[in-house]
């Protein structure tokens, strides 16, 4: 009896250290990895007061203050690559003020100049404009990896939220794209129009914003 409890506690033992196979193809779920800091709010669109009046939006998903210094924010225009850096002026960077986005908190992004949002301090200045038809943005760390992206499967094939001026009766003019879920990786389903309630800012006319820059987001995902 005292071999048959040795020799199965040995065969145990040995199923836990030894390879486990699987059928070609098959891979072992993996948890999803929460992203640090993402790309949070695109004004693609611009404003009421002017379409190249353009802002986009990163948010901290960590309890601790993040230092972008070395990180670049990057799309195409044509053929032409928007690099922006958030560590000093170059290229597509006009200004940086702060390179610290702190923890669960935004960090935010105007076009050309501090007026795109005149009631809210720009963190970063930049220059180049995002096609209505559709952009692909990336947020890449120091060390050259993706962090994270926003519209990645629809590149030339508009956007999946927020809208221009021209739109129907009923619908909000120059909604931004939030995200719904800052936790969850960018998709189609992840992005949803400002819905002209929730806002927060002015733009260069004083006009109310459709969006949330430096607030959450109007369609942001309650757990």
């Not at 203050?65 to 958030?86: A, C, Q």
């Amino acid at each position: 009896m005292r071999s048959e409890a040795w020799l199965a506690a040995f065969l145990l033992a040995l199923l836990a250290v030894l390879p486990v196979s699987h059928p070609a193809g098959w891979k072992t779920a993996q948890p999803p990895r929460t992203p640090e800091v993402v790309i949070n709010e695109v004004a693609w669109a611009g404003t009421a007061a002017s379409p190249r009046d353009e802002w986009i939006e990163l948010r901290n998903n960590t309890n601790r203050d993040i230092d972008l210094t070395g990180w670049t924010l990057r799309w195409r225009e044509g053929e032409e690559e928007i690099v922006i850096h958030f560590g000093s002026p170059t290229d597509n960077t006009k200004e940086v003020r702060r390179t610290v986005i702190p923890a669960r908190g935004f960090y935010l992004l105007e076009r050309t100049d501090d007026e795109t949002i005149r009631d809210i301090e720009a963190d970063l200045i930049y220059t180049g404009a995002l096609r209505n038809s559709g952009e692909t943005l990336r947020l890449v760390d120091p060390d050259g990896n993706v962090v994270d992206t926003a519209n990645l499967d629809g590149e030339g094939e508009g956007w999946p939220a927020g809208t221009a001026g021209d739109v129907a009766e009923g619908e909000v003019p120059f909604a931004s794209m939030e995200r719904v879920d800052p936790t969850a990786p960018d998709s189609e389903g992840n992005w949803a129009s400002n819905d002209g309630v929730i806002r927060n800012g002015r733009d260069a006319e004083g006009n109310r914003i459709n969006g949330t820059p430096k607030a959450e987001n109007s369609r942001k995902k309650t757990r």
